[in-house]
């Protein structure tokens, strides 16, 4: 009987401690672990707010703002068209300086004497160059400077009006506008450039402002006052015969195609090259005994001149003077034939032109 006692007190002795050993295995869990169904993260944000994330949710990307920072330049943008037209800063960046004009702009120009904030100081090297739709155009009194080539065969311009700030005109600046008529030269023009006004057939009125200290205007020529020279003229000028002019310069009639006739005083000792070039109006001319010295080209492709006069006082006869004259018949020198040899040998005389020497 003892045995069996004691069998029966073992077996449950066994059987309470096997039902201690499954309530341990259900706890030894680490309270740490996240893997489990019901854990969560408590988070707080930035602000404060308190939230739950559940950890088992997959890391998705989220975006994101980049910290700020120090802020980089920005680039500098080129100049922008303004009513049409393109400027741009001067090397000391104290002034705008018209550059080009925009393909949509204007006929009709008024250009502004202020952008951004800066005077516009010039209208700057072939701003306008071929710009055949250009009319007229007003420039402010702020311009000072009127580039080479600016308004180049702005064939189009009738109209334009220089203000007395500018000072300086440059080279070729209106050459070929053969719509333009007038021209006037404001008192403060210290500077005009070589053939500034070349090819501007259609000029009748040439106009320098009184008072101008290096220029002045008469019978519609343009003179250098000190150095006595006559630069532009047009088809309705009279060269003065007061003295004021000692030599016709450079290309000074050159392609004034309307230039019927024109009288040379005993002033003028110096004919410049290229002076009557492609006149092709022209039909005759007098050279005057005062006259020593006839440049380059100075009658080339004069189609309608059909006779000259030169004298023996003439010691210098360029290259090419008579070049494309097809019409030019009679030539009539005051020297001998030995003389006009010596002086012509590359002056091109015409096929068929008669020369007559000592005015025979």
């Known amino acids: 009987m003892k045995k069996i006692i004691s069998i029966i007190l073992t077996l449950a002795a066994l059987a309470m401690f096997a039902s201690c050993g499954d309530d341990n295995t259900e706890n030894t869990s680490d309270p740490s672990d996240v893997t489990g169904t019901d854990a969560s993260i408590v988070t707080t944000d930035p602000t404060g707010t308190t939230g739950t994330t559940d950890p088992t949710a997959t890391n998705a990307p989220t975006e994101t703002t980049a910290p700020e920072g120090p802020q980089q330049p920005k680039p500098i943008e080129p100049e922008k068209p303004f009513k049409g037209l393109m400027y741009k800063l001067n090397e000391e960046g104290t002034a705008y300086v018209i550059a080009s004009i925009d393909e949509f702009a204007d006929s009709n120009i008024e250009v502004s004497a202020m952008y951004k904030g800066l ?10 160059y071929g710009c055949t739709s250009l009319i007229s155009i007003t420039i402010p009194d702020s311009v000072t400077t009127i580039g080479e080539s600016a308004f180049y065969g702005c064939t189009s311009l009738t109209s334009i009006t220089i203000p007395d700030s500018v000072t300086e005109i440059g080279m070729q600046a209106f050459s070929n506008c053969i719509g333009l008529a007038s021209i006037t030269i404001p008192g403060s023009v210290k500077t005009i450039g070589e053939s500034a006004f070349e090819g501007c057939t259609g000029l009748t009125s040439i106009t320098v402002a009184e008072g101008n200290p290096v220029y002045h205007s008469a019978g519609n020529c343009l003179i250098e006052t000190e150095a006595k020279v006559l630069i532009l003229g047009c088809k309705t000028s009279e060269i003065p015969s007061d003295g004021s002019v000692t030599k016709i310069g450079d290309a000074a009639f050159g392609r004034c195609e309307g230039l019927t006739s024109i009288t040379i005083p005993d002033s003028v000792t110096t004919i410049g090259g290229l002076a009557f070039c492609d006149c092709t109006g022209l039909t005759s001319i007098t050279i005057p005994d005062s006259v020593t010295t006839i440049g380059d080209s100075v009658f080339s492709s004069c189609t309608g001149l059909t006779s000259i006069t030169i004298p023996d006082s003439v010691a210098t006869i360029g290259d090419f003077t008579f070049n494309g004259c097809e019409g030019l018949t009679d030539i009539y020198y005051g020297g001998s034939e030995e003389q006009w ?12 032109a008669t020369v007559h020497c000592n005015n025979e």
């Not at 002086?343 to 005389?349: G, H, K």
Request: proline share 9%.
């Open 119 to 128: 005077p516009v100081t010039a209208i700057g090297k072939r701003a306008f």
């Open 341 to 352: 040899w010596d002086l012509t040998w590359f002056a091109e005389i015409p096929y068929g």
